[in-house]
Nanobody, 116 residues
């Protein structure tokens, strides 16, 4: 079992920035990849960004150039730096741990609200 705890969400004005953190209960070095996903009200969960064990990153087109995913293996933490936020980024953001074998693990989510 892996527990994931997200933090860093909140209310921010359009154009602002936030940094989300996801702390895992065990080493993220053993994960195939770590990722961030989000779910806006009334919509399904969508991919935001992933980072592999080797540091390769992948982003949704909607966040490219604005969001940056990073990882600190020593702290078992994955970050999502979000800049130039707009109202369409409002959602609950979830962290995912993809192990090499078995099912994915998900955090409980952290709310990000972009509003003036």
């Amino acid at each position: 079992q892996v527990q994931l705890v997200e933090s860093g969400g909140g209310l921010v004005q359009p154009g602002g920035s936030l940094r989300l953190s996801c702390v895992a209960s065990r080493s993220i070095f053993s994960a195939d990849y770590m990722g961030w996903y989000r779910r806006a009200a009334g919509k399904g969960r969508e991919f935001v960004a992933t980072i592999t064990n080797g540091g390769t990153t992948n982003y949704a087109d909607s966040v490219k150039g604005r969001f940056t995913i990073s990882r600190d293996n020593a702290q078992n933490t994955v970050y999502l730096q979000m800049s130039s936020l707009n109202v369409e980024d409002t959602a609950v953001y979830y962290c995912k741990y993809r192990p090499n074998f078995g099912n994915d693990y998900w955090g409980q989510g952290t709310q990000v609200t972009v509003s003036s």
